[in-house]
């Protein structure tokens, strides 16, 4: 019997933008069915153009993006639904909680009734059933992702997209979240990809750590975590957390855009 | 006692007015201006009192013109952005023309309108559509352009129509600068009719306020002219205030404060 597809497959993926400037050289890489995988690296390294190719919203310039083994137009049917959470929280002003998580399934054709019933359940998951009919204007800026990350949720997808979610928040919201996103992810076995500048939080979410280079952005090294390991606040004051940051960060020093002789702060 | 910033906002301006025209009268009664030359509040008054229907029924022609402009600039602006904001081409071979029409100065090309359009009303609304239309234009138009590059990432990504993108992403983000754009508008499509009623020169039923200045220049009757004046400025205040007040309404959300 044949193997089942990787839930993405990029084959000699790489990215030359309009401008000639090569965002990223052929890379091969696939993530497996509940995988959390973490991209890291230096500014510039094409963490989000990778992510911006498996979401289909940048094309490649060369190389193929394969979706469980099939194209884009396979995505949104049943089992194939992908969810994208940008770095910014990207809520429409004008509409209230609710609203704002009830569009993609609004986008999607999901009849009005059903729709409206899968509100409450994805509010829940991220602890905002209290503020469905308040409006983004009225959140904190950790309430506005919760949002963003409950109308990702909402479509229950299949494959989760994360574009740095949590980069502009204090680090004590982002933490918390962390652990939110950690047992969200492990609870519903949600294929995740996660870029991210922190290689805490890379450390702490991922089942798989990708270090990316920059010039041209590429696959530096892979770094796998056992996901059996609980994610919780033991686990962060744990010696493998330490273990795992301090070898995380002796790869991202390798890929450090500093070069020798340049001074530092 | 603690006095609200909102109460101070109120109070303040109507301060300063009050003492401006304490001492305009003053000023006025002290050295014995003769009221041709500088007439005192009470002299405005008391014309105002006086020619209080005929000044009433001007005001009235020159609002008629005013909301007939606004309302065509509303429509015809909003219109245009939208037809502008279809292709990049379109707006490049446009955008232009619609430059020359903001920049040429009304006054110079109002009497040809009037020559053009027969009817006295609808030359003179015409002429503070002119002047009212640009900026509901150029606002829309980058309202439509302003959308969140995420939020319509977001769309696109869910393989949203046309329509769709309309109406759910595009015209709720346009909605704040367009509301900008009316509120400007709103004080030029006055200023536009009162410039092409000087213009005009129109006297008769549908005389408006500045043919009131006009005449009230002719024969001397400058209290009258201060009062055909202070009905223009309370005019535009008025609607600066209606135009301020929708916005806030319309914007609410927006602004929601927890």
Partial sequence: ?????????????????????????????????????????????????????IANLHQPSGGAVRWWGEDFSAIGREGRRLSFVFQDPTLMPWSNVATNVRL???????????????IMPALRQVGLEHA????????????????????????????????EPFGALDEFTRNRLDEDMARLCARDGLTTIFVTHSLYEAAFLSSRVIVMAADPGRIHAEYVIDPGMPRDEAFRMSDAFARICRDLTALLSEVSPRRAGEEGI | ?????????????????????????????????????????????????????????????????????????????????????????????????????????????????????????????????????????????????????????????????????LLRLRIPSALPMFMAGLRISSGLALVGAVVAEFVAGTGGSSAGLAYEILQSGFQMDIPRMFAALALITVAGLVLYGATA???????RRWQAQG
């Fill in chain 2, 245 to 251: 007040a929708l916005q806030r309404l319309v914007l």
């Fill in chain 1, 132 to 163: 469905a009919k308040r409006y983004p204007a009225q959140l904190s800026g950790g309430m506005r992702m919760r949002v963003s990350i409950a109308r990702a949720l909402v479509t229950r997808p299949d494959l989760l997209l994360m574009d």
């Fill in chain 2, 1 to 165: 006692m603690t006095v609200s910033p909102r109460a101070i906002a109120v109070a303040a301006p109507i301060a300063v007015g009050v003492l401006v025209l304490l001492a305009w009268q003053a000023a006025c009664r002290l050295w014995h201006i003769p009221p041709y030359l500088m007439p005192a509040p009470t002299d405005i008054g008391a014309s105002l009192a006086a020619n209080g229907p005929a000044l009433l029924h001007a005001l009235r022609s020159t609002l008629a013109v005013t909301m007939a402009a606004l309302a065509i600039s509303v429509a015809g602006g909003v219109l245009s952005a939208f037809l502008l904001v279809q292709s990049r081409l379109i707006e490049t071979s446009l955008m232009p023309y619609v430059i020359i029409m903001q920049v040429t100065p009304i006054v110079a090309i109002a009497p040809l309108i009037i020559i053009l359009v027969k009817a006295t009303m609808p030359a003179l609304v015409v002429c503070a559509t002119l002047i009212a239309i640009f900026p509901i234009i150029s606002n829309t138009l980058q309202g439509l352009r302003s959308v969140d590059p995420g939020l319509e990432s977001f769309f696109r990504m869910h393989k949203a129509s046309r329509l769709q993108m």
């Fill in chain 1, 104 to 118: 993609p399934l609004d986008l999607d054709g999901v009849p009005r009734a059903q729709a409206e019933a899968r």
């Fill in chain 1, 1 to 53: 019997m044949l193997a089942p597809a990787p839930t993405i497959h990029l084959q000699s993926v790489e990215k030359v933008f309009p401008n000639g400037v090569r965002g990223l050289a052929p890379l091969d890489l696939a993530v497996g069915q509940g995988e959390l995988v973490s991209l890291i690296g230096p500014s510039g390294c094409g963490k989000s153009t990778l992510l911006k190719l």
